[in-house]
């Protein structure tokens, strides 16, 4: 289990969650620190200027300069340690298989919200952030990215407030 020295509340996305029924979850700079547990996960990442991407099928996103948040799961073999632990390595050779792939490659990757648990927490802190963004101007979503095997708008969340 992880330390709660780790938890820290500087970020954007514990606000969000204290709206929510969902445990404060552990903020991870290193993918050292990453358990071999299953998991949910914040992926935080910034963009450091405007830029137009191509996001596999999904097409063409004009990006805005700013701090970018994907929800994911890891619920398979190597859990966290293995699936978070892909998205640190900034590989350029690195296959584009996921939406959040095609973000990461143009991204600076500052850390990420973990979750221990082996229930599935992500669609429910998706519609906790999508309902935020409706409520708030300071969060987007970006529509459709990340939620091709749910119903959810969005799993990928833009403040470009948080610079
Ligand atoms: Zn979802």
Known sequence: MLETAKVRKDAFI?????????PVPFWLTEPSQLPKAMGTYVLVMQLAEDKTIV????????????RYYYVGSAMGAGG?????GRHFRADPDKK?????DYLRAEMTLVGCWVWQSATRL?????????????????LSCIAKVGS?????PSHVFCSIDAI
């Open 14 to 22: 514990p606000k969000a969650l204290a709206l929510a029924d969902i």
């Open 55 to 66: 996001i596999g099928k999904l097409g063409v996103f004009n990006l805005r300069a700013g």
């Open 80 to 84: 966290l340690a293995s699936r978070v």
């Open 96 to 100: 584009l298989r996921w939406h959040v």
């Open 122 to 138: 992500e669609c429910a802190i998706a519609q906790q952030l999508n309902e935020l963004a409706n409520d708030k101007e300071s």
């Open 148 to 152: 091709s095997d749910c119903r959810c």
